[in-house]
């Protein structure tokens, strides 16, 4: 066994390395026939086992300490690499903007779509006010800072989207606190309410009750309901609604300036206005 340093990395300097010696033309010939190796054959053969063994249990040892030093760097460097990203998070453009700027963002984010412009069965998640991943619930989750400004902005919450087609999986506690939640942030502010029921009766959802609440702040209503679903508003007073856009399942429109559900009635016959295209 041969003492010296690894000539390619060094480490085994410490232990003992194999000597690096052609095989014999008899030891060839050995491993190419089936033939039995002479007695004072037997003896070396056996000395290179015992060498071999002696080397593999050096290497083992050998390569686990080089596992725990590999183990170490990699804790270290992904220790490092973290740091680095926090320093960048706090370094951000983003940290520095003023509150009114801010502000001006989250108000352009606010999504504002007519309602006959929204296809519900494809769309409806991207505008329905009760999917945390909308706006304005996914900026109040950012950080501290955002929750406290989209908190502060009542406009944020005053454009409702509901699609009560896509509440069946929803308990009525989920539905009513959510709901309470979004309607609650609006403050007093007028609102503009778009809902799809499709030819469900909502009369005995659990938002019901919220959405008369609030009918005296709507301002705008665009609604895609069955007329069971409209006759649940009976008796809701609309004092600073400017226009009213139903659409039934023949998909017209009609936009009128209303005050209760009973002049939205009067006026049916004669207000509709078919959908460009239909």
């Known amino acids: 066994m041969d003492q010296s340093p690894c000539p390619t990395c060094g480490l085994l300097a410490e232990h003992p390395r194999l000597t690096e010696t052609p095989l014999s033309l008899r030891f060839s010939e050995l491993l190419s026939a089936n033939t039995p190796p002479l007695d004072v054959e037997v003896h070396g053969l ?36 973290c740091r680095m990203a926090d320093a960048k998070s706090i370094l951000h453009p983003m940290r520095s903007l003023p509150e009114d700027v801010l502000t001006e963002i989250f108000l352009c984010c606010t999504p504002i779509v007519n309602h006959h412009e ?53 308990s009525p506690q989920q539905c009513s606190l959510v709901g309470s939640l979004f309607f609650e942030r609006s403050a007093n502010l007028d609102l503009c309410v778009n809902i799809a029921s499709g030819e469900m009766n909502i ?32 008796g809701c007073q609309f ?40």
Request: aromatic share 10%; proline share 4%; hydrophobic share 40%.
């Open 46 to 81: 056996r000395q290179i086992m015992q060498e071999s063994s002696v080397y593999i249990d050096s290497l083992h040892s050998q390569i686990t300490k080089a596992q725990e030093t590999l183990s170490a760097l990699m804790g270290l460097q992904e220790t490092a690499l």
């Open 118 to 170: 929204i296809d519900w069965s494809t769309d409806g998640d991207k505008f329905d006010s009760l999917s945390p991943l909308n706006h304005p619930w996914n900026i109040s989750h950012v950080s501290h800072r955002w929750r406290d400004i989209t908190l502060s902005l009542p406009r944020l919450w005053s454009m409702v989207y509901l699609d009560f087609t896509r509440y069946t999986s929803f």
């Open 203 to 234: 009369g005995a959802h659990p938002l019901m009750p919220l959405l008369k609440k609030s009918a005296k702040r709507w301002r705008i209503l665009n609604s895609h309901m069955s007329s069971s679903s409209l006759q649940s508003f009976s």
């Open 239 to 278: 004092h600073y609604c400017r226009s009213w856009v139903y659409a039934t399942r023949i998909r017209a429109i009609m936009a009128i300036s209303l005050w209760t559900l009973s002049e939205i009635s009067e006026r049916q016959n004669h207000a509709f206005i078919p959908l460009i295209g239909d």
